[in-house]
């Protein structure tokens, strides 16, 4: 008889992954829990639910009352510690362990400026991201490039670790884990809103690697513009020119429509600012001589 598997699964990572087990080993699903994120413009949340319905497979919110029988339990972008009795629980973790254990991996790793990123599957453990390593999958980007486009290149690598693991677990192979050393690992901190915010007094190049690394699906980079919380959608790195007062934060000229403003170190055009609250596009600008907060 085939094991049973419970998803604990939230966003695109998750949904790309059931889609991929109801395509190959639906048989092994004994249903899927799923939570709402409302930092994400789009969490996937609806559309879990839907495939659910449309496949008939048992479908329960995160606070629901959950009937739990199954062998293995996958949490793909889960963000909260489960207690399950009798159930083997894997983590799928967006980094290649024991680097970057902890929370928004792939963030860290673009902020960074990695080259190349990766998922790790392992078992849960009492310390986060600390369990045995089943196995990893990674892939190599090139930047510049956006959050969105490294979660797209990241989630074959979800998919080919999870076909991997079902099929095992399909043919009767007791899965292995292999320790990690300790002595290698890093950590990625949590974040919040406050962690949103630009710091002009940095590099134009880090600058716009932050917008990108920030920008959909979460809500993007922010700042005040002349006191107005802001959200700075997309950006390009733009010739340093001689500042005889330099000001990091002020708008310097305009290239067309688009402001360029003054950095810790190098100059940054503005391709596309958003209100924070309406998400009305801000560009062209009402005024020249404005300040972006520090």
């Not at 994400?40 to 995160?62: G, M, T, V, W």
């Not at 990091?248 to 940054?268: D, T």
Request: proline letters at 4%; aromatic letters at 10%.
């Amino acid at each position: 008889m085939s094991p049973k598997i419970m998803l604990y699964i939230m966003g695109e990572k998750g949904y790309a992954v059931l889609d991929a087990i109801l395509q190959n080993y639906k048989h092994l699903i004994a249903g899927v829990i799923s939570e709402k994120d409302k930092s994400l413009k789009d969490d996937f949340y609806a559309s879990i639910q839907s495939k659910c319905a449309k496949e008939n497979i048992p479908f329960y919110h995160r606070q629901d009352n959950i009937e739990h029988h199954a062998t293995y339990a996958f949490a793909v972008g889960w963000r909260w510690l489960l207690y399950l009795e009798d159930t083997e629980i894997i983590i799928f973790h967006d980094s290649l362990l024991p680097k970057y254990r902890g929370f928004n991996p792939l963030v860290s790793y673009l902020l960074n400026e990695e080259t190349t990123i990766g998922v790790t599957a392992l078992f849960a453990h009492k310390d986060f991201d600390c369990g045995d390593i089943i196995d990893q999958k990674s892939t190599i980007i090139e930047y510049p490039i956006k959050l969105k486009e490294a979660i797209q290149k990241i989630i074959p690598c979800y998919v080919d670790l999870v076909l991997k693991i079902c099929k095992n677990l399909s043919a009767g192979t007791r899965l292995q884990g292999t320790p990690q050393l300790d002595d290698e690992a890093t950590y990625s901190l949590w974040r919040d809103e406050e962690d949103y915010n630009i710091d002009w007094t940095a590099d134009a190049m880090y600058i716009k690697r932050f917008i990108d690394s920030l920008g959909l699906p979460y809500k993007g980079a922010s700042t005040t513009l002349n006191g107005q919380k802001i959200r700075i959608i997309d950006s390009q790195v733009v010739p340093e020119r001689k500042i005889e007062n330099r000001s990091p934060g002020k708008i310097i000229f305009k290239q067309g429509e688009y402001p360029v403003v003054v950095c810790g170190q190098g100059l940054l055009k503005l391709l596309s600012i958003c209100d924070d609250e309406s998400g009305e596009e801000l560009i062209p600008l009402k005024k020249f001589r404005s300040r972006f907060g520090i």
